[in-house]
């Protein structure tokens, strides 16, 4: 029986952190132009101060047990936390449901978390809601949360200890090695897979959107298919299709007055995201690289970062435009913008590539390091800097990548991914059909 979407409300309930938050906002709004009504549940330190900047979304509260904080993940360790706020939060999520739905008349269409709280499947189960996973990294991440789901942590790290087996491309993968799965930064490997299992168990979900497109990832949609076993909807770049401003810290816009006065591409623009920041020693090996390439740079060091040497914040201020957060859609799109250094998170590597801007790449943690390896390796749009960086291969990479005819075939192909890109969200693109598809099911009743 059809319902009239503008009757249907859909629950968000997105991770509080930055790079979560910002794809599961963009994905209420995409569903808010589809005619549904969002209501969004966050915990109590979610960091979101107002609901101004998503006017019609319902915001409600979970009263939570572990604040969501980059400290507090630091405290405990990723993955204790998450396995800990999972199984705290349980309860009151439900009990916020059930207020929901006698407040709704019943009528949830479907609550759609971030996948790593899969705690929100109980209640969904409990009260016959249909739920759907909502992923913010890559494909190619979330097949390898499943090979890692299926390995023996013990069994792992003995293999790994023997180089041909570290080499070993995972099946269906290429390029994709063992040593390359995504364990680093996240504690013991025995508690890591634990939570693997968790986050790639579906449960009784409908199925899985994930922020991607085909056009970047479509084998790996096609094993995550296959691994899943319930529909996969890629509705990829989200920030092309619903763009929304869910910054959570204030954008300094005088960076653009700034590039404005800059030659064509000739700006790197530095940026490691909103959660890691480079070490003091690497600091000053970029920024001085930066200063000997003698090309300008527009650099983000956000509010709490570790104080710069004195004689290195004199000289990126007197050679580059510091902001303490930027506007970076935009600084992207901007004409002078002709290289991203980055950390690779999934959301900057997708904004980079939305407008053909080729990438240095200087991955931390978890999956940043398998996007590196796919902008440099499969779609050849940028450099990998491994190891310790010192100030010579910063200028190095710099001129390979603005100067060198080296940088304009990066530049050539990550140019023609933003045509594909862009072309997946607008009719009759993978993306725009993919968003039709899952609109269908949410309007139809589930029950
Ligand atoms: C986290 C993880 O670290 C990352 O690996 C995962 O892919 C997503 O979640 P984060 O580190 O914050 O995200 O990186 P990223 O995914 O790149 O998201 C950062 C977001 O902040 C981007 O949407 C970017 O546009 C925005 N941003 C960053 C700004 O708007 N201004 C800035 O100055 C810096």
Same mark, same amino acid.
């Given at each position: 029986?059809?319902?009239? +979407?503008?009757?249907?409300?859909?629950?968000?309930?997105?991770?509080?952190?930055?790079?979560?938050? &910002?794809?599961?906002?963009?994905?209420?709004?995409?569903?808010?132009?589809?005619?549904?009504?969002?209501?969004?549940?966050?915990?109590?330190?979610?960091?979101?101060?107002? @609901?101004?900047?998503?006017?019609?979304?319902?915001?409600?509260?979970?009263?939570?047990?572990?604040?969501?904080?980059?400290?507090?993940?630091?405290?405990?360790?990723?993955?204790?936390?998450?396995?800990?706020?999972?199984?705290?939060?349980? =309860?009151?999520?439900?009990?916020?449901?059930?207020?929901?739905?006698?407040?709704?008349?019943?009528?949830?269409?479907?609550?759609?978390?971030?996948?790593?709280?899969?705690?929100?499947? +109980?209640?969904?189960?409990?009260?016959?809601?249909?739920?759907?996973?909502?992923?913010?990294?890559?494909?190619?991440?979330?097949?390898?949360?499943?090979?890692?789901?299926?390995?023996? +942590?013990?069994?792992?790290?003995?293999?790994?200890?023997?180089?041909? $087996?570290?080499?070993?491309?995972?099946?269906?993968?290429?390029?994709?090695?063992?040593?390359?799965?995504?364990?680093?930064?996240?504690? /013991?490997?025995?508690?890591?897979?634990?939570?693997?299992?968790?986050?790639?168990?579906?449960?009784?979900?409908?199925? +899985?959107?994930?922020? &991607? =497109?085909?056009?970047?990832?479509?084998?790996? $949609?096609?094993?995550?298919?296959?691994?899943?076993?319930?529909?996969?909807? /890629?509705?990829?770049?989200?920030?092309? &299709?619903?763009?929304?401003?869910? @910054? $959570?810290?204030?954008?300094?816009?005088?960076?653009?007055?700034?590039?404005?006065?800059?030659? /064509?591409?000739?700006?790197?623009?530095?940026?490691?995201?909103?959660?890691?920041?480079?070490?003091?020693?690497?600091?000053?090996?970029?920024?001085?690289?930066?200063?000997? @390439?003698? %090309?300008?740079?527009?650099?983000?060091?956000?509010?709490?970062?570790?104080?710069?040497?004195?004689?290195? @914040?004199?000289?990126?201020?007197?050679?580059?435009?510091?902001?303490?957060?930027?506007?970076?859609?935009?600084?992207?799109?901007?004409?002078?913008?002709? *290289?991203?250094?980055?950390?690779?998170?999934?959301?900057?590597?997708?904004?980079?590539?939305?407008?053909?801007?080729?990438?240095?790449?200087?991955?931390?943690?978890?999956?940043?390091?398998?996007?590196?390896?796919?902008?440099?390796?499969?779609?050849?749009? *940028?450099?990998?800097?491994?190891?310790?960086?010192?100030?010579?291969?910063?200028?190095?990479?710099?001129?390979?990548?603005?100067?060198?005819?080296?940088?304009?075939?990066?530049?050539?192909?990550?140019?023609?991914?933003?045509?594909?890109?862009?072309?997946?969200?607008?009719?009759?693109?993978?993306?725009?059909?993919?968003?039709?598809?899952?609109?269908?099911?949410?309007? &139809?009743? %589930?029950?």
């Amino acid at each position: 029986m059809e319902k009239k +979407a503008e009757k249907r409300r859909i629950v968000l309930v997105p991770f509080p952190l930055q790079g979560h938050i &910002t794809p599961m906002m963009q994905l209420g709004q995409a569903l808010n132009l589809k005619g549904f009504s969002i209501t969004v549940a966050l915990g109590e330190s979610n960091g979101i101060s107002s @609901s101004q900047h998503f006017p019609g979304f319902q915001f409600i509260t979970i009263p939570e047990s572990l604040p969501v904080s980059v400290s507090e993940m630091e405290a405990f360790g990723p993955v204790e936390f998450l396995l800990k706020l999972n199984n705290t939060i349980e =309860a009151s999520f439900k009990e916020c449901i059930s207020q929901l739905l006698i407040q709704q008349g019943n009528d949830i269409a479907c609550i759609i978390y971030d996948d790593l709280l899969y705690f929100c499947e +109980a209640a969904a189960k409990e009260f016959k809601i249909p739920s759907i996973i909502f992923s913010t990294t890559s494909a190619t991440h979330k097949v390898c949360c499943c090979v890692l789901s299926k390995l023996n +942590a013990e069994k792992f790290l003995i293999d790994m200890e023997d180089t041909d $087996l570290q080499n070993k491309v995972v099946e269906n993968l290429h390029p994709v090695s063992f040593k390359d799965l995504p364990i680093r930064g996240f504690g /013991p490997l025995e508690r890591f897979l634990v939570l693997c299992r968790e986050i790639s168990n579906k449960r009784s979900a409908c199925g +899985a959107i994930i922020n &991607t =497109a085909s056009c970047l990832e479509s084998s790996s $949609l096609t094993l995550m298919q296959q691994e899943f076993g319930i529909p996969v909807y /890629p509705l990829g770049p989200l920030h092309i &299709t619903a763009s929304t401003r869910s @910054s $959570l810290l204030e954008e300094d816009r005088s960076c653009i007055e700034w590039l404005n006065i800059q030659k /064509p591409r000739s700006v790197i623009y530095i940026s490691m995201g909103s959660i890691f920041e480079m070490e003091t020693k690497e600091v000053s090996e970029v920024a001085n690289g930066l200063g000997d @390439s003698n %090309q300008p740079f527009l650099w983000v060091i956000r509010p709490g970062s570790k104080p710069l040497p004195e004689e290195v @914040s004199k000289m990126v201020s007197e050679k580059g435009f510091v902001v303490k957060w930027a506007p970076q859609k935009e600084v992207l799109a901007h004409p002078a913008v002709g *290289g991203f250094w980055s950390h690779c998170g999934w959301n900057s590597t997708m904004e980079s590539i939305a407008e053909g801007v080729p990438m240095i790449c200087r991955p931390f943690d978890g999956e940043q390091k398998l996007n590196a390896l796919y902008i440099e390796s499969v779609w050849r749009i *940028g450099i990998l800097l491994q190891d310790e960086v010192e100030r010579g291969e910063v200028e190095r990479a710099v001129k390979r990548l603005i100067v060198d005819d080296e940088g304009a075939g990066m530049r050539e192909r990550a140019l023609v991914l933003k045509e594909k890109l862009n072309a997946s969200v607008r009719s009759g693109g993978s993306s725009y059909d993919s968003l039709n598809e899952l609109v269908n099911y949410l309007k &139809t009743e %589930q029950k």
